[in-house]
T-cell receptor, first 109, second 115 residues
């Protein structure tokens, strides 16, 4: 079967750092995506990892370990506007994008 | 201004009626996709098309139909055979649709409610 696990909800404080984890078991692996989705809106692309290691893009970083089937999204200097759902998605061997259920992040003042 | 448009944003239909959701893109992308999003669940693939006049079933195609007569357009019809059609429907496109290499970009979505 194909499975992507993320925590359902997380809460963090404005200005802090938060790490959202994602573990996956899929039929093959061709890359992992992170998307941000505000309520009622379209998911927007944040990052793509296909090789092991850390990819940094401003306040957001994404890490991948293919041997562990594990990724995380790191958000620094949290702002209120970062309150959203964060979706982890894996391209499987068949070329389909498999999504986790998303992690709802609430940023408190 | 390039992008993906979906219309309408909200749609209400009576049970037993077919309804067609629009998706248009002017990004010159080859591949287009339809997903369904339900509360507490990940996005699930309904249909996808990697080239004009060709499309494939996704994981939950039953009760849905699509067409791809033009590169820019990929309309989705929700038929009366779909048992639980109320959901948030998202259309996406990617440049070339090759396995594992393309970022998918999403439209704003259509929230369908069947009464």
């Amino acid at each position: 079967g194909q499975n992507i696990d993320q925590p359902t909800e997380m809460t963090a404080t404005e200005g802090a750092i938060v790490q959202i984890n994602c573990t996956y078991q899929t039929s093959g692996f061709n890359g992992l995506f992170w998307y941000q989705q505000h309520a009622g809106e379209a998911p927007t692309f944040l990052s793509y990892n296909v090789l092991d290691g850390l990819e940094e893009k401003g306040r957001f970083s994404s890490f991948l370990s293919r041997s562990k089937g594990y990724s995380y999204l790191l958000l620094k200097e949290l702002q209120m506007k970062d309150s959203a759902s964060y979706l982890c998605a894996v391209f499987n061997q068949g070329g389909k994008l498999i999504f986790g259920q998303g992690t709802e992040l609430s940023v408190k003042p | 201004d390039g992008g993906i448009t979906q219309s309408p944003k909200y749609l209400f239909r009576k049970e037993g009626q077919n309804v067609t959701l629009s998706c248009e893109q002017n990004l010159n992308h080859d591949a287009m996709y339809w997903y369904r999003q339900d509360p507490g669940q990940g996005l699930r693939l309904i249909y996808y098309s990697q080239i004009v006049n060709d499309f494939q079933k996704g994981d939950i195609a039953e009760g849905y139909s699509v067409s791809r007569e033009k590169k820019e357009s990929f309309p989705l019809t929700v038929t009366s055979a779909q048992k639980n059609p109320t959901a948030f429907y998202l259309c996406a496109s990617s440049p070339q649709g090759r396995e594992g290499t393309d970022t998918q970009y999403f439209g704003p979505g259509t929230r369908l409610t069947v009464l």
